[in-house]
């Protein structure tokens, strides 16, 4: 096994007994998304028509509630002084432990979305562009929120202090998420859409890992 | 903190470093691991400057800081492997074991960290030092929580691996041995402004 899977490995295995954190983003998720049509009213045409803005915007802000754990847990305990010791680049620390968060958050609401999409009631012409869009949107989210939660290291109240650093730089994922399924919805193509979505994504793995590591070795100075 | 510093270890030499709290033995030690820059000065190794290649330094030290990194949800066993194949990815299970038994928690292996004792912890840590070989060990107060015979069982290990050609380098307030140890008063090194 390489280092890099060994974190990985190691990451999953804690969240997975502690379990708390995939539990709680997803039930998040569910039971947000699952507000809606009482506060809207049940019109399946309102509905319809919000969905893709709802299930994007809903799932920003699941993937941001277990981000300031990304990195404090390893701190209070002394590991990430440890991991940055290894013979490891942080920067593969860092994608290594990304790469759990995903699995453990994106990855469940990828799953979850398209129950949700039939709760709200998506035209059937929005599910593929829905999940293409998030399984790309979502990791960018992690990589992007792995940059606040490296800043914030060591804040009181870390976890609000992430959201209003990431929420806005989430916003490009937010636009173009949500365009991609009312194009596919309405019949046009959301190639282009995608396309920006799979380039936010490229350039936050360039420079996500680079930027956390950086926020990282000023905190553990 | 401190200044006019300057000190040598070559194969099986140990540098102890004595002094109250807060004259620095942790920041040198910090130095030393890679984690804390320099206001001034040079750190080498072989008369190469440590800064140009942080990844070899960190290949060749192990760092033993006030945090003992022991996961509750984790075994004994799975705590100690992590870091060992962190470290070396080529370290075998049994390396992890055998340096468990070395440090008395040969029963513990499977034990989840959350009901180890606070010694039983720092043992756990130590044991870090055997599962993947290093040369050079930074060791900040490793005496904290051990038990008499945890002492004099670091005290053998710590000789072994000198012994061994390796490098120590250690803190500390307690009684700890090591011969031939050149002795580094902090709180007499001209102090920095």
Known sequence: MTRFQTLVARDLRLALRQGADSILVVGFFVITVALFPFGIGPEAGTLTRVAPGILWVTALLASMLSLDRLFQADWEDGSLELLLLTPTPLEVVVAAKVTAHWLTTGLPLLVATPVLALLLGLEPEGYMTLLTGMALGTPALSLLGAIGAALVLGARRGGVLVALLVLPLAVPVLIFGAGAVDAAVQGLDATASLEILGAILLATLLLGPVAAAAALRQALE | ?193
Do not use: C
């Open chain 2, 1 to 193: 903190m401190f200044a006019g510093l300057d000190f040598k270890l070559t194969g099986g030499g140990a540098l102890l470093l004595l002094g109250p709290n807060g004259s620095g033995k942790s920041s040198l030690l910090r130095l030393m691991a890679g984690l804390l820059p320099a206001y001034a000065g040079h750190l080498t190794w072989n008369g190469q400057p440590v800064a140009d290649d942080p990844q070899a330094h960190a290949e060749r030290v192990h760092y033993v800081g006030h945090h003992d990194a022991v996961k509750g949800v984790l075994t004994a066993q799975e705590n100690l492997g992590v870091w060992a194949r962190l470290h070396d990815p080529a370290t075998a299970a049994v390396q992890a074991r055998a340096a468990l038994v070395r440090f008395g928690l040969g029963r513990l292996a499977d034990v989840p960290g959350r009901m180890l004792s606070a010694g039983q912890k720092r043992r756990l840590n130590l044991a870090r030092l055997l599962a993947a070989p290093a040369p050079v060990w930074l060791l900040d107060e490793p005496t904290t929580a051990l038990d008499q015979r945890s002492i004099a069982n670091l005290q053998t290990v710590l000789a072994d691996h000198r012994a061994d050609g390796g490098l120590v380098v250690l803190s500390t307030h307690a009684e700890i041995a090591l011969p031939g140890a050149t002795v580094l008063h902090m709180d007499q090194v001209g102090a920095g402004s």
